[in-house]
């Protein structure tokens, strides 16, 4: 389960969240919400990416920031773009070393997305698209218990829109945590979804029908 308690964090001079509660089980889990309603904010902090100044995050009991929890969870964000000089296949190779994914995992992954023609070229001149399919290949490669998407559906190809869901849909099946945000209408995809929340100003979550 992700537990989250009293969340409060502010962007600037904006408050996003103020003891913002939400409880998670495993599942397919749709979020969404205006632009700067906080979307990508909550799943930063969820990632460890950025602090909350206040309030606790745990899933499967351990702390957000713990090495137990980041063995966990992986996103997909703009999580590439420090690596710009890297080739793809640099990329990949890092994330094998340092996060121990299987490199067969990753070029999986990368030959579905339609990658692996640009294996050797640097990520600075990969399309918009292809670095959405170098984000995801990443995360799901990792297949952890918390998965973090942020907008991930962006500038995808039907293929690897088709693709994308497919293995969404097989995370959830095998009791991974799918947290998807996404300004798009999850009636446009095929995913069986769990839960879908909706962000609204001040950080207030409520639910909507599926």
Not at 22 to 31: E, F, I, R
Not at 121 to 140: E, F, I, N, P, Y
Not at 174 to 202: D, M, N, T
Request: net charge neutral.
């Amino acid at each position: 389960m992700l537990s989250i308690e009293n969340l409060t964090f502010s962007y600037g001079k904006q408050q996003l969240f103020s003891h913002l509660k939400l409880q998670l089980d495993p599942g397919l889990h749709w979020l969404s919400g205006a632009n700067g309603s906080g979307k990508s904010s909550l799943l930063r902090i969820l990632a460890a990416l950025d602090k909350a100044s206040q309030g606790s995050i745990s899933f499967h009991q351990h702390q957000v920031g713990s090495s137990a929890y980041q063995a966990l969870v992986s996103i997909s964000a703009d999580a590439v773009a420090p690596l710009q000089d890297n080739t793809v296949l640099g990329v990949l190779q890092l994330v094998a070393r340092c996060r121990g994914t299987e490199m067969e995992q990753l070029l999986l992954h990368a030959q579905a997305f339609a990658l692996e023609p640009l294996l050797q070229q640097k990520v600075a001149v990969l399309s918009l698209g292809q670095q959405k399919k170098l984000s995801l290949t990443l995360a799901l490669a990792a297949k952890p218990q918390l998965l973090l998407l942020d907008e991930p559906f962006n500038a995808l190809d039907p293929d690897a829109l088709v693709y994308c869901c497919t293995q969404l849909q097989a995370a959830k099946e095998r009791g991974a945590l799918v947290l998807i945000a996404s300004h798009l209408s999850p009636q446009s995809f095929q995913l069986e979804l769990s839960q879908h929340l909706e962000l609204k100003a001040g950080g207030h979550l409520s639910f909507a029908p599926l």
